[in-house]
């Protein structure tokens, strides 16, 4: 009896770590501003460029991750990816701030979700 109530005790803390994992890499208090920076003099992107160009990519690129990032969540189980979705935040907050071409922006986009 115990070692069910154990087993049950580990999925379930496994299951609320992974549930407040998810809600706090889903907040970004810093969404509203970013369309602002892209288009201030720090990025020097018109609206037309964000709008029409980098945007989109992030928008189509996010659909076509979602069925390979379920299938590697499948094969590789959760660990690896929080450390990898952990890593893949520094990378795009990185190329935020340095990246300058509407090319690089693109590229942030594609790995931002």
Known sequence: MFLKLSTMNNWLIISLLLSVFGFLKEIRPSEPFVYEYLIGPWKNLTEAQV???????????????????????????????????????IVVWSMLIWSKELFEIQILEVSRD
């Open 51 to 89: 709008n029409q160009n980098v945007y989109p990519v992030g928008t189509y690129s996010y659909l076509a991750q979602l069925i390979i990032i379920f299938l590697i969540t499948d094969l590789c189980r959760y660990k690896p990816l929080i450390i990898v979705l952990g890593l893949m935040g």
